[in-house]
């Protein structure tokens, strides 16, 4: 799932709706998640098979607020991974645009 590369770094959505989402997002990983890594523009993220709806519901709704963001998702033996990519422009500040997905991941 790819986003418009042209589209700024910048999260759309409102302050309250970001903490309403970080705090699906926190209740979704204490749930399913399973391992992370970060490593440069990208993230890792390996869910319970069983969130695969959620995780397809995080994928749409983090497409329409950070359409800068590019988004894959797989199924592996049970599992669901998310990989996240940020355009190049990010560059050391791709660890951030994580932060929200991942608890306890340092902004």
Not at 8 to 35: G, Q, Y
Not at 74 to 94: F, K, M, Q, W, Y
Request: glycine content about 6%.
């Amino acid at each position: 799932m790819n986003s418009d590369k042209s589209a700024p770094l910048a999260c759309t959505l409102s302050a309250r709706d970001f903490k309403d989402r970080a705090d699906w997002l926190k209740d979704l990983a204490s749930k399913a998640l399973l391992a992370h890594h970060v490593e440069g523009l990208c993230a890792r993220l390996t869910y319970r098979g069983e969130a695969a709806e959620d995780v397809e519901r995080l994928v749409r709704q983090e497409q329409q607020c950070c359409g800068f963001l590019r988004f894959q998702v797989s199924r592996n033996d049970g599992h669901v991974e998310l990989t996240i990519t940020a355009p190049e422009s990010a560059g050391e500040e791709a660890r951030a645009l994580f932060a929200h997905l991942i608890p306890g991941e340092p902004a």
